[in-house]
């Protein structure tokens, strides 16, 4: 009996992503079947994204795992309807990316673009920026982007702390954890990044009091998700002076609502959720492997756990 492939995503992605998964299942010697449209009951897997619309998976009696075209699986992990695997993406085109728009975001804040590039006034200040060494910049979340975004940066030469929730272990990193060691982080960065999955542990991760902790004047980076930040707490720290800068890319709303206050306001740069998104190049390839380990009984590459949320 064929495996049965459900693509469940946006429908525009079908055309990209049908020739590559058509080709790595042929390349895993697997007999499939791969189609936008099932009998629920005929389903192996569902290559799925949120906006595919699949909310209720009760009639996929035969579904034996999930296998999430995004990285952030907020919008899932809570189903409880799901009861099969569910594995989240990891790719390295995203992960590429990923790196390239925060290294990107964080240069601009340590060179102080802005100073030179919109302000063209006829000032001449020659203050050359301190090097990164003198530099300390703070990543929130050290998993798949996370890890990557540091080791950019401290191969940039960037005093680079990363916070997780479990130990870590990074060479040219101050590798931190827990409460304690979010106040440490915060109480050092200039620059922070956000790379923390949206779960309930995470929530408003910065809020009036951690905002507090940081340096006067810093500045914050979020390409993680929206709720990560109590959006009052930023925008009275950004009025104060506490906070000097933000670059947002994502938001608790989105597409962000034209009338919220982040669009006007002249310390906060918003870009619409692109810092990084998957290539189906690369993500083709590990939707079918791990096709091909659920039907040769090995692990599935990585798995959600349903209670932490990510
Ligand atoms: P991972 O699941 O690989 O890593 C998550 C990291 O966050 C881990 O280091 C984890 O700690 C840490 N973490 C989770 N909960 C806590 C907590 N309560 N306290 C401290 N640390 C915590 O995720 P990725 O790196 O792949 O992705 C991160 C997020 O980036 C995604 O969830 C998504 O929201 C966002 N994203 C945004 C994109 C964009 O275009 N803007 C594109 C892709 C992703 P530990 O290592 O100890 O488990």
Same mark, same amino acid.
């Given at each position: ?123 001449? @200040? %020659?203050?050359?920026? /301190?090097?990164? &060494? ?9 998993? $798949? !982007?996370? #890890? =990557? ?16 929730? @479990? %130990?870590?272990?990074? /060479?040219?990193? &101050? ?9 440490? $982080? !915060?109480? #050092? =960065? ?121």
């Amino acid at each position: 009996m064929p495996v049965n492939v459900l693509f469940s995503a946006r429908p525009a992605l079908w055309p990209v992503y049908e020739p590559l998964l058509t080709k790595g299942l042929n390349d895993a010697g697997l007999d499939f079947e791969l189609s936008t449209e099932f009998e629920p009951d005929q389903v192996d897997y569902v290559v799925y994204a949120p906006n595919g619309g699949l909310q209720d998976f009760t009639p996929l009696t035969r579904l034996k795992a999930v296998l999430s075209l995004w990285a952030g699986v907020e919008a899932i992990a809570g189903n409880e309807t799901l009861t099969v695997p569910l594995a989240r993406m990891v790719d390295h085109g995203l992960t590429q990316g990923m790196t390239e728009w925060v290294v990107g975001h964080v240069l601009r804040y340590h060179l102080g673009m802005d100073n030179h590039i919109t302000v063209q006034d006829g000032t001449w @200040t %020659p203050d050359a920026p /301190p090097l990164a &060494t003198e530099r300390c910049v703070c990543v929130l979340g050290l998993g $798949a !982007l996370g #890890q =990557a975004a540091v080791q950019s940066l401290a191969a940039l030469n960037f005093q680079v702390i990363g916070w997780s929730r @479990t %130990p870590k272990d990074i /060479p040219g990193v &101050t590798c931190l954890h827990g409460a304690d060691g979010l106040k440490s $982080a !915060l109480s #050092q =960065a200039v620059i922070v990044v956000l790379l923390l999955p949206d779960t309930p542990a995470t929530e408003n991760t910065m809020n009036a009091e951690t905002l507090a902790l940081l340096p006067e004047g810093a500045q914050i980076i979020n390409p993680g998700r929206g709720p990560l930040i109590d959006d009052d707490a930023l925008l009275m720290a950004l009025n104060s002076g506490q906070i000097g800068h933000v670059t947002l890319d994502v938001f608790r709303v989105e597409p962000l609502p034209p009338e919220h206050p982040y669009w006007a306001h002249p310390n906060v740069t918003v870009t619409p959720h692109i810092a990084s998104e998957t290539r189906p190049f690369t993500a083709a390839q590990v939707i079918c492997e791990n096709i091909r380990r659920g039907e040769s009984g090995e692990p599935f590459l990585h798995l959600v756990d349903r209670q932490l949320g990510y």
